[in-house]
């Protein structure tokens, strides 16, 4: 598509409106836990891709969520779809934001995970808080997203090691890993967001599924509460105890169950 190749994986019935689904800072195609993936394909058609520059796509990625935003739409449309769902978590929920108010008649509904509004209290620190994990990480040997993602108890942990583990389920055809420069136009992109001025959510009509654990560290949930709050048709699911950004990963037979009532009603 103008030059440039979208890596992307098609789940589930090949009929219904397809949910798009919008990834984490740094993620690739094998970075969706496939408890999720899986439970939402088995009643939708589900889509998820690499945006430009990112695992098995092609070109640069941009620095700005507007621009990642927009190859998103360009994504949807080279496909034929006149009318998709959107699940953005974390980054992909600022992406889903600006799709959602700026194609009202593209997309019919929202789900927004781990997320927050442009402004959003603390969003300007992920990048910081993503650097330090990684370099605990290197020094202790362990996956940064077991911090970043899960809280640090007993059960936030052994919700996060297994996590880790479905990850690795997939031995074929693995998605690319994230190159660096395209991590640092993320991370870019994150404190601009992080950064601006808030936006109108009274613009985005359509409905809107909140999720998050009540111990976010990365995006704080606040920003959760207040998403539901500024938006006009959202419905928040109660935030998930003892869980931190990850908690949709951690809680998933409940989000599954939630995201495809809510997708169906």
Request: hydrophobic share 40%.
């Amino acid at each position: 598509m103008d030059g440039v190749d979208f890596a992307y994986r098609e789940l589930g019935p090949e009929d219904g409106v397809p949910l798009v689904l919008l990834i984490h800072l740094a993620g690739n195609l094998d970075n969706w836990d496939p408890s999720v993936v899986d439970g939402l394909a088995a009643r939708c058609r589900v889509i998820t891709f690499g945006n430009r520059g990112v695992g098995g796509s092609d070109g640069s990625t941009p620095d700005t969520i507007e621009e990642m935003a927009h190859d998103a739409v360009r994504f949807i449309r080279a496909l034929g779809f006149d009318h998709v769902d959107l699940f953005g978590l974390s980054m992909g929920g600022f992406i889903a934001q600006v799709i959602a108010a700026d194609e009202p008649h593209l997309v019919r509904k929202v789900i927004l995970a781990g997320t927050g509004p442009a402004g959003g209290h603390g969003i300007d620190k992920v990048p910081a808080l993503a650097v330090q994990a990684t370099l605990k990480g290197t020094l202790t040997r362990q996956d940064p997203k077991l911090s970043l993602f899960f809280t640090n108890t007993p059960s936030g942990q052994r919700a996060g090691r297994s996590f880790l583990r479905r990850l690795e389920e997939r031995t074929d055809d693995r998605d690319k890993d994230i190159s660096l420069p395209s991590v640092r136009a993320q991370m870019k992109a994150i404190k601009r967001w992080g950064r601006q001025a808030p936006s109108d959510l009274s613009a985005v009509h359509q409905p809107v599924l909140v999720a998050n654990g009540a111990n976010d560290r990365m995006v704080p949930s606040q920003n959760t509460i207040d998403l539901a709050a500024r938006l006009p048709r959202s419905e928040l699911v109660p935030l998930y105890p003892d869980s931190g950004h990850g908690g949709i990963f951690q809680n998933h037979e409940d989000f599954v169950a939630r995201a495809l009532g809510f997708l169906r009603s």
